[in-house]
T-cell receptor, first 114, second 112 residues
């Protein structure tokens, strides 16, 4: 069974500082990889996704993520965090050609301080 | 273009009761999936519907059932509610691939 690990439950950064959120997955082959953001009381908004090709993926709101096959990781980064980025971030994987069931990590809560 | 619409947004039920949650998929999408997100957790897959049939199911008891209608909208039914069923229930629609998967804002169910 595949699993998704987000080691950091909660991260606090200063506004303007850089950000990296970690995500590791366990799966025999390369899955489809996603990052979602969730504001309080809201649904999930897709930030970016990786299916194949270039391992550095650009997303919305200035986010990017890098797929590293050797480390089974798909870490999310942003060079300069804004106060509006405070939210819950979820990494998710999908096994290709299996009906598109998403497996989510437990999430990382981001707090941005002035 | 409306995205995924879920109703109601909030719901309070008593233990032992039954509840029905509704989802209208994004225009052009024919596949609907349901997820349960407990407080402080990531969403957990309940099941997926395509062509009015349950195509995949996660590790949830039979108390959780669903239906998809000819217009692709879907319902999630939960019988004999337990306190542990309190969660945010998310509906997601797609056109059959993981690309373009769209989530609704969810229904917050509280069981008292």
């Amino acid at each position: 069974a595949q699993s998704v690990t987000q080691p950091d439950i909660h991260i606090t950064v200063s506004e303007g500082a850089s950000l990296e959120l970690r995500c590791n997955y366990s799966y025999g082959a390369t899955p489809y990889l996603f990052w979602y953001v969730q504001s309080p009381g809201q649904g999930l908004q897709l930030l970016l996704k990786y299916f194949s090709g270039d391992t550095l993926v650009q997303g919305i709101k200035g986010f990017e993520a890098e797929f590293k096959r050797s480390q089974s990781s798909f870490n999310l980064r942003k060079p300069s965090v804004h106060w509006s980025d405070a939210a819950e971030y979820f990494c998710a994987v999908v096994r290709p050609n299996t009906g598109n069931q998403f497996y989510f990590g437990t999430g990382t809560s981001l707090t941005v301080i002035p | 273009d409306a995205g995924v619409t879920q109703s109601p947004t909030h719901l309070i039920k008593t233990r032992g009761q039954q509840v029905t949650l509704r989802c209208s998929p994004k225009s052009g999408h024919d596949t609907v999936s349901w997820y349960q997100q407990a407080l402080g957790q990531g969403p957990q897959f309940i099941f997926q519907y395509y062509e009015e049939e349950e195509r995949q199911r996660g590790n949830f008891p039979d108390r959780f059932s669903g239906h998809q209608f000819p217009n692709y909208s879907s319902e999630l039914n939960v019988n004999a509610l337990l306190l542990g069923d309190s969660a945010l229930y998310l509906c997601a629609s797609s056109s059959g691939t993981a690309d373009g998967y769209t989530f609704g804002s969810g229904t917050r169910l509280t069981v008292v």
